[in-house]
């Protein structure tokens, strides 16, 4: 008979017990393995995802600014309230290659930049105002797995391994495809095939235009100081021949909300002209004394060039001073030191530009018969002409006699639903040798494509600007006009055009193949007088780039201020003459093996300081064109 114990019990209520255990140990041990596996799994697909699908990347410098922000300061006019970003990648350059005197290196501070729509030096209050510090590059998401399904496409924005150092990516727009020569000529490029021998220039498409453009005026910003010492408008309305405004025409009134203009029209054209009337520093500090500027002439102007606020830093080479309460600095806080580099002087607006696009918004009554929009480029008048009876627009070209579009037509028309009695925003474009129309945002199609060759027009005209006493020309490159009726333009708009430098490696990065100061190109473009009897406009070079199978030729829209493929110099040959430009032959190309794919979106650009750290800059978040 077997004898029953209490260690026999306790052995019996141990085994119970680890039997009992066991599965509970089974089911934790699960569940842990199922979470091990569960966050492999997600750090495979992700480094699937990161390695073949999509990656972000953070933009370090703004060689593609406007359209991507490097390292920046993100500004609201002072006075216009226009806000602007002015680049701060100067902060961030190792000191040692600054070197000053005594062979101390010089750590260079932004301190203030330019509004690109009323051209006040803001400067930065770096002590007090939060917004004002320096914000990192905007973040953005690529596609890696875009040029799987499809070919590289001119214009898309890239990025790819630099080919001096495949370790170092980098984000330009690409500008050149395989098998063709690319050549860069008074801001334009034109391309050649292979097997071809002409040049044909590149046209940007309907949806690149505004994208690619560059912010000139806009009449929602107006900046107060110049109102109140009443600085004249940029729009005037004016006749032809004459020397002051007419009294008879558009009434033009600003307020610090916006510009109205209105205008009763007869059987005769009433012109509104915007006149590139822009304020010097000389005359900002008299307006800062508080004195007027009533007497300065309202159909002063000067040419349209390739300013970019994004380069207008200044910078000083003082250290900041840490106090107990923060940063102060060596000078008072929102005063610009004694010592600065005026980097927008020194280093920008060298070029004048001539393809504009501007977007205005109109108002007529049902007694309008007509609109006018115009814009003057080299001195010929290119024109649309809306029947707002019908809505009827046709295209013209007018120099010194009627000239034709490619197809061998003097006009080109098409139907619009413009009428009297409406209110419509408008755009018109002279972009890459191409007329385009737009109504409340739509693209206007034309009975034959609005394209053309100024090469072929009458012949002193070349593309440079024109003055005349009787008419401004490129001194005025826009207008709009009002046959019958009444009109009232209640926002006005006007860009330019990305201009491509056709640098020879030199720094500055400028057109002229001749040594030219910054103050004497700065004269001639500010004095329409001199534009006939300049060499200037003969200085400006081109330059060629011949591409082999798989090879593309990336640009920066910062174009002054983007180390590139035009900087890429492998082989140099003397220049050679070429007309009246010089032309030289560079061997500069990304391969395709080094395409790492085409930038899709800016998903986090800088968050706001204020008033809550870390606001969101949802404004800023885009698609990229």
Known sequence: MAKKTSSGKAVASKAASDSAAKPERSIALAGYRESVESICVAIILALLFRSFVAEA?????????PTLMGA???????????????????????????????????????????????????????????????????????????????????WDVIVFKFPGNPKQNYIKRLVGLPNETLRVHHGDILTQPAGSDDF?????????ILPTSHLVYDTAFQAEDLLVADYPSRLQPWDVGARVPPNDSWLVKRTPEGLTATVQAGNAPKWLRYFHNLPTDAERLQVDLGQRLEGVNPYRSQAITDFYPYD????????????????????????????????????????????????????????????????????ILYQCHIDLANGDAVLSINGEQAEMFDGGLLTVAASTKVRAGGSYSLRFSNVDQQLRLWVNGKTIVFNA????????????????????????????????????????????QLHRDQYYIATNG???????????????????????????????????????????????????????????????????????PDQDAYMYARSSFVPRDLLVGKALLVFWPHPWNRPVPYTPNIKRMKLIR
């Open 57 to 65: 990347f953070v933009i370090p410098t703004g060689s593609m600014a």
């Open 72 to 154: 920046h300061k993100d500004l609201f006019c002072n006075e216009c309230g226009y806000n602007f970003r002015v680049g701060a990648s100067v902060e961030q350059r190792d000191p040692q290659t600054m070197l000053g005197q005594n062979n101390k290196a010089q750590y260079q501070h932004v301190v203030a930049g330019r509004c690109p729509n009323c051209r006040k030096n803001n400067v930065l209050s770096l002590a007090s105002e939060p917004n004002h510090d320096t914000f990192s590059g905007d973040r953005i998401l690529v596609s890696k797995f875009a040029y799987a399904l499809q070919e590289p496409q001119r």
């Open 200 to 208: 044909t220039i590149a046209r940007k498409p309907d949806h690149k």
């Open 312 to 379: 207008s830093y200044v910078t000083t080479d003082r250290n900041f001073v840490r106090g107990v309460n923060g940063f102060s600095m060596q000078y008072q806080d929102g005063e610009l030191p004694r010592r600065t580099y005026d980097n927008a002087r020194m280093n920008g607006a060298f070029h004048w530009v001539g393809d504009l696009t501007f977007e205005a918004d109109l108002q007529t009554d049902a007694a309008a018969k007509q609109l006018i929009l115009e814009i003057v480029e080299a001195g």
């Open 449 to 492: 494509p609005p394209a053309f060759h100024p090469e072929t027009f009458a012949t002193d005209h070349g593309s440079r600007p024109h003055f005349t006493v009787a008419h401004p020309l490129d001194a005025a490159p826009v207008g709009l006009a009002v046959v019958g009726g009444t009109a009232t333009l209640g926002h006005f």
């Open 506 to 576: 030199s720094s500055p990065m400028e057109d002229y193949d001749s040594l030219q100061t910054p103050d004497a190109i700065h004269t001639v473009l500010g004095n329409p007088e001199l534009w006939d009897s300049t060499t200037l406009w003969a200085q400006r070079r081109m330059i060629e780039f011949p591409l082999e199978a798989d090879q593309f030729f990336p640009m920066g829209d910062n174009s002054p201020e983007s180390k590139d493929a035009r900087c890429w110099v492998d082989n140099y040959f003397p220049s050679v």
